[in-house]
């Protein structure tokens, strides 16, 4: 019933980028590791490799002592290793019992037997605990639920090893509880767990032992008992985390530059009222789904907005694009670099001065003009690239956010929304854009900080606005400012 | 976090290489057909034939050049063809109503001239408005309009054919006949416009709108670009290009008919996929359409000119040429 891994000098490269340097690691049977790491650090390749999406570049897997070149998830499963993913696998418009048995349907003769899929849907459901007709769509379903139908999938398909990314970034704390209830009796069972997360309180509480990750290489590997939840964060970060952050600036005490009164996405975000001064950092906290993003792009105008008013410099305006928030002095970077962020297939010039470029047509785009603005931009944000002339998809996470954040920068506004701004970034990287966010505040600049990384808020901000299920909660001044005082507001628990 | 290593390239080496050669792939093509026209026969490398081709070349090239800005932007019209039918034929029953109300003869045709550009203008900012605030895929829409187009010139042709006035059609031929320093005009034309097309495209603020929708529209949308505006600006540009096609056009033959146009959707796009533009949009050419346009009629010419393969199959060598470049293609993005 159980699942031995083993992993010899695992080396992954894309392209030129090596995320994996040679990682040597053998997992017991009926344990659950906690897998820890920053964004980058190279966990979820290493789990994408167990679970055959992705393939090793060099070294050995060893799964029971032989070893395993899967071309695919499936090869993967057929020996009961299954993962879960963040971002669910489902096919929405299913049935709960289509999806437990998509592409392993069960048949009799040439026609599906429903009959039997459907007690045996329900016999896994069981077993997650969830009491719910296995034909009901996925669709109907609240997260939890579905996140414990892809438990039961994985259950349906004789799992071994479960891994589990950042399980509970989208549970409530009730449902967080039941998860690591069911997690203990899988455990008892023999199933080998592996559980990424950034909650350190969660890994310290549910797991037998933890692994650390950094820049691509094992840093650690303790009993969960020996491992203080300080001493967590500073394995993963690498130094001690006060050097990470400069050191904060005095709140600034001048008129607001931009006010916004109940601000209403439907859907997203209710009634939300908060202000921002100029040379302020202020901090939006949450959990995945609490509407911060969604809030943003409302007073973008990317989203509908149904109510609320919004004064920038003192003059109460509408936006109904992001143009007009660029015209008007806000600008706005997404949490998703690729999809919303920058254009990958683009030169580095072409991205820089996309949302400025009528500065340089006059009429005629001055392609001279635009390569002295990438030199400075270059120097300003530290963007390292061998050549000017790339594109932007040659350039590693943390300077592709460099990049995008001199992009949003190029047009000069008054208030700049970062979402995400060090998603996917390597510590060196982040720790050089925390630096040019303080500098953009010290020269004057409003910034918003959107950040699902808590030491990051607290690190960098001078007020947390604080996000749970479309409601801004409370601002938290910097005095105020600890993990579990977010924690329990973004929750609820308090 | 769970994005983080696909962030980076799969391999930034390859492309480089490939684009290198690929830029040059239309241009060593044509020059490789050209040797094969002149072996096969002698009267291909003649200035006449030359001359032909380009001047045939200049309609498809023309509405090629528009059609290049919308793929870039993503997008595709498949009804310009047909576009082109309408236009010929509304501009010829135009300038034989204008004709007698206008007591100029040449009054009417200038009139009826630029009718053809004004209802190219219209037409391509219906497209645009459509699939922008209509928000319907451009394929659907102009798949629609390809048969709309089409429908209404057969109605008002009656089935046959719109023929032009014999008086006007003697003011109007030299805009196809005629020469400038021993270059007919519609090549003139379609030199102006390649050259104006090349300039927007690279050198003004709209044309890297075009190129940044075409390579990922979200990422113009949050970048501030206007991106409906942008979109319905390229139907408008093709639009006139196929007007501008259309007008230069009509003097030759001085009717339209309801196979007029018929297949230019067909060649225009396959212009700009073999000048190396993908489909995809994002990045493309007009320097590349206009050889991919040459390289087409070229491809004809010689089927003329030689017996090697039948005439009849000239669509069917096009569509083949179009295939092996999408094949050569593949993988690249």
Same mark, same amino acid.
């Given at each position: 019933?159980?699942?031995?891994?083993?992993?010899?000098?695992?080396?992954?490269?894309?392209?030129?980028?090596?995320?994996?340097?040679?990682?040597?690691?053998?997992?017991?049977?009926?344990?659950?590791?906690?897998?820890?790491?920053?964004?980058?650090?190279?966990?979820?390749?290493?789990?994408?490799?167990?679970?055959?999406?992705?393939?090793?570049?060099?070294?050995?897997?060893?799964?029971?002592?032989?070893?395993?070149?899967?071309?695919?998830?499936?090869?993967?499963?057929?020996?009961?290793?299954?993962?879960?993913?963040?971002?669910?696998?489902?096919?929405?418009?299913?049935?709960?019992?289509?999806?437990?048995?998509?592409?392993?349907?069960?048949?009799?003769?040439?026609?599906?037997?429903?009959?039997?899929?459907?007690?045996?849907?329900?016999?896994?459901?069981?077993?997650?605990?969830?009491?719910?007709?296995?034909?009901?769509?996925?669709?109907?379903?609240?997260?939890?639920?579905?996140?414990?139908?892809?438990?039961?999938?994985?259950?349906?398909?004789?799992?071994?090893?479960?891994?589990?990314?950042?399980?509970?970034?989208?549970?409530?704390?009730?449902?967080?509880?039941?998860?690591?209830?069911?997690?203990?009796?899988?455990?008892?069972?023999?199933?080998?767990?592996?559980?990424?997360?950034?909650?350190?309180?969660?890994?310290?509480?549910?797991?037998?032992?933890?692994?650390?990750?950094?820049?691509?290489?094992?840093?650690?590997?303790?009993?969960?008992?020996?491992?203080?939840?300080?001493?967590?964060?500073?394995?993963?970060?690498?130094?001690?985390?006060?050097?990470?952050?400069?050191?904060?600036?005095?709140?600034?005490?001048?008129?607001?530059?931009?006010?916004?009164?109940?601000?209403?996405?439907?859907?997203?975000?209710?009634?939300?009222?908060?202000?921002?001064?100029?040379?302020?950092?202020?901090?939006?906290?949450?959990?995945?789904?609490?509407?911060?993003?969604?809030?943003?792009?409302?007073?973008?105008?990317?989203?509908?907005?149904?109510?609320?008013?919004?004064?920038?410099?003192?003059?109460?305006?509408?936006?109904?694009?992001?143009?007009?928030?660029?015209?008007?002095?806000?600008?706005?970077?997404?949490?998703?670099?690729?999809?919303?962020?920058?254009?990958?297939?683009?030169?580095?010039?072409?991205?820089?001065?996309?949302?400025?470029?009528?500065?340089?047509?006059?009429?005629?785009?001055?392609?001279?003009?635009?390569?002295?603005?990438?030199?400075?931009?270059?120097?300003?944000?530290?963007?390292?690239?061998?050549?000017?002339?790339?594109?932007?998809?040659?350039?590693?996470?943390?300077?592709?956010?460099?990049?995008?954040?001199?992009?949003?920068?190029?047009?000069?506004?008054?208030?700049?929304?970062?979402?995400?701004?060090?998603?996917?970034?390597?510590?060196?990287?982040?720790?050089?854009?925390?630096?040019?966010?303080?500098?953009?505040?010290?020269?004057?600049?409003?910034?918003?900080?959107?950040?699902?990384?808590?030491?990051?808020?607290?690190?960098?901000?001078?007020?947390?606005?604080?996000?749970?299920?479309?409601?801004?909660?409370?601002?938290?001044?910097?005095?105020?400012?600890?993990?579990?005082?977010?924690?329990?507001?973004?929750?609820?628990?308090? | 976090?769970?994005?983080?290593?696909?962030?980076?390239?799969?391999?930034?080496?390859?492309?480089?290489?490939?684009?290198?050669?690929?830029?040059?792939?239309?241009?060593?093509?044509?020059?490789?057909?050209?040797?094969?026209?002149?072996?096969?026969?002698?009267?291909?490398?003649?200035?006449?034939?030359?001359?032909?081709?380009?001047?045939?070349?200049?309609?498809?090239?023309?509405?090629?050049?528009?059609?290049?800005?919308?793929?870039?932007?993503?997008?595709?019209?498949?009804?310009?063809?047909?576009?082109?039918?309408?236009?010929?034929?509304?501009?010829?029953?135009?300038?034989?109503?204008?004709?007698?109300?206008?007591?100029?003869?040449?009054?009417?045709?200038?009139?009826?001239?630029?009718?053809?550009?004004?209802?190219?203008?219209?037409?391509?900012?219906?497209?645009?408005?459509?699939?922008?605030?209509?928000?319907?895929?451009?394929?659907?829409?102009?798949?629609?309009?390809?048969?709309?187009?089409?429908?209404?010139?057969?109605?008002?042709?009656?089935? +046959?054919?719109?023929? =032009?006035?014999?008086?006007?059609?003697? $003011?109007?031929?030299? &805009?196809?006949? %005629?020469? /400038? !320093?021993? @270059?007919?005009?519609?090549?003139?034309?379609?030199?102006?416009?390649?050259?104006?097309?090349?300039?927007?495209?690279?050198?003004?603020?709209?044309?890297?709108?075009?190129?940044?929708?075409?390579?990922?529209?979200?990422?113009?949308?949050?970048?501030?670009?206007?991106?409906?505006?942008?979109?319905?600006?390229?139907?408008?540009?093709?639009?006139?290009?196929?007007?501008?096609?259309?007008?230069?056009?009509?003097?030759?033959?001085?009717?339209?008919?309801?196979?007029?146009?018929?297949?230019?959707?067909?060649?225009?796009?396959?212009?700009?996929?073999? +000048?190396?533009?993908? =489909?995809?949009?994002?990045?493309?050419? $007009?320097?590349?359409? &206009?050889?991919? %346009?040459? /390289? !087409?009629? @070229?491809?004809?010419?010689?089927?003329?000119?030689?017996?090697?393969?039948?005439?009849?199959?000239?669509?069917?060598?096009?569509?083949?040429?179009?295939?092996?470049?999408?094949?050569?293609?593949?993988?690249?993005?």
């Amino acid at each position: 019933m159980s699942v031995a891994i083993e992993f010899r000098e695992a080396v992954k490269e894309f392209g030129p980028v090596r995320v994996l340097h040679g990682v040597s690691l053998a997992l017991q049977p009926g344990r659950i590791y906690g897998l820890l790491g920053e964004n980058g650090a190279g966990k979820s390749t290493l789990m994408k490799i167990l679970a055959g999406y992705e393939a090793l570049t060099e070294g050995d897997l060893l799964v029971d002592g032989t070893s395993r070149r899967f071309s695919g998830s499936r090869q993967a499963e057929d020996l009961g290793i299954v993962l879960i993913h963040q971002e669910f696998n489902l096919a929405e418009d299913l049935t709960i019992a289509q999806n437990i048995f998509l592409g392993h349907e069960l048949k009799r003769g040439f026609f599906l037997d429903d009959a039997l899929m459907r007690r045996e849907a329900r016999k896994a459901l069981a077993q997650v605990g969830l009491q719910i007709d296995p034909d009901t769509r996925v669709r109907q379903l609240i997260v939890a639920e579905k996140q414990l139908v892809e438990i039961a999938r994985a259950l349906a398909r004789n799992a071994r090893l479960l891994i589990m990314d950042e399980p509970t970034a989208t549970l409530t704390p009730g449902e967080t509880e039941r998860l690591f209830e069911l997690m203990a009796s899988l455990k008892a069972l023999g199933t080998t767990i592996i559980y990424i997360s950034h909650k350190l309180d969660e890994v310290e509480r549910t797991t037998d032992e933890v692994i650390v990750m950094r820049d691509g290489k094992l840093v650690a590997r303790e009993p969960t008992p020996a491992l203080t939840r300080h001493e967590m964060a500073n394995l993963m970060v690498g130094r001690e985390l006060a050097d990470l952050f400069p050191p904060k600036l005095a709140a600034p005490q001048a008129v607001p530059v931009l006010r916004v009164t109940g601000l209403t996405v439907p859907g997203w975000a209710t009634e939300a009222s908060f202000e921002v001064r100029p040379g302020e950092i202020l901090g939006f906290a949450g959990l995945v789904g609490a509407g911060r993003t969604e809030l943003f792009e409302g007073l973008l105008g990317i989203r509908e907005c149904s109510a609320g008013k919004v004064e920038l410099k003192g003059r109460e305006i509408t936006l109904r694009n992001p143009r007009d928030a660029a015209r008007l002095g806000l600008t706005y970077l997404s949490e998703d670099r690729k999809g919303k962020g920058l254009h990958v297939n683009f030169g580095l010039r072409q991205n820089l001065t996309l949302m400025a470029l009528e500065r340089y047509a006059r009429p005629w785009l001055k392609p001279k003009a635009e390569r002295d603005a990438l030199q400075q931009a270059v120097a300003d944000y530290g963007i390292r690239t061998g050549s000017l002339e790339v594109n932007a998809a040659a350039l590693s996470g943390g300077n592709q956010q460099k990049l995008a954040l001199a992009k949003v920068l190029h047009p000069e506004p008054a208030v700049v929304v970062l979402d995400e701004p060090t998603r996917g970034v390597d510590i060196g990287a982040k720790r050089e854009i925390y630096a040019l966010i303080q500098q953009l505040a010290l020269r004057g600049l409003a910034v918003i900080v959107i950040s699902s990384e808590l030491m990051e808020l607290i690190g960098l901000c001078h007020r947390v606005a604080v996000m749970r299920a479309g409601r801004l909660l409370c601002t938290l001044q910097d005095a105020q400012l600890t993990e579990e005082e977010l924690i329990a507001h973004a929750t609820g628990t308090r | 976090m769970q994005q983080e290593p696909a962030d980076t390239p799969r391999s930034p080496r390859l492309p480089v290489r490939w684009g290198a050669l690929h830029g040059l792939g239309p241009v060593i093509g044509l020059l490789l057909l050209c040797v094969a026209g002149t072996l096969l026969n002698g009267n291909f490398a003649t200035y006449d034939n030359i001359m032909n081709v380009l001047t045939r070349t200049a309609f498809i090239g023309i509405i090629a050049v528009g059609m290049c800005f919308v793929i870039i932007s993503g997008g595709i019209d498949l009804s310009v063809g047909s576009m082109a039918a309408l236009i010929a034929g509304s501009v010829i029953m135009f300038m034989n109503a204008m004709a007698p109300v206008l007591g100029s003869p040449l009054m009417a045709v200038a009139a009826g001239m630029v009718l053809a550009v004004v209802l190219g203008a219209v037409f391509g900012l219906a497209h645009g408005l459509l699939i922008t605030k209509g928000r319907i895929e451009p394929f659907i829409v102009t798949l629609g309009t390809l048969g709309i187009f089409r429908a209404y010139l057969t109605y008002f042709s009656n089935g +046959g054919a719109i023929t =032009l006035d014999n008086e006007l059609s003697d $003011i109007y031929s030299p &805009v196809y006949y %005629a020469n /400038l !320093l021993g @270059v007919p005009f519609p090549v003139w034309v379609f030199v102006l416009v390649a050259l104006a097309g090349g300039i927007i495209l690279n050198r003004t603020a709209y044309g890297r709108y075009v190129q940044a929708i075409g390579s990922n529209e979200q990422v113009a949308h949050y970048a501030a670009v206007d991106v409906h505006r942008i979109k319905i600006l390229t139907y408008m540009l093709l639009g006139v290009c196929v007007g501008i096609a259309t007008l230069l056009y009509v003097p030759r033959l001085g009717s339209a008919s309801p196979t007029t146009g018929l297949l230019w959707e067909l060649e225009a796009i396959a212009a700009v996929i073999v +000048g190396g533009t993908v =489909l995809k949009g994002g990045a493309g050419s $007009i320097t590349g359409t &206009v050889v991919g %346009a040459i /390289l !087409l009629s @070229v491809i004809s010419n010689i089927l003329n000119l030689t017996s090697i393969i039948s005439v009849y199959l000239n669509a069917a060598v096009q569509g083949f040429v179009i295939i092996a470049v999408a094949f050569m293609q593949r993988g690249k993005r």
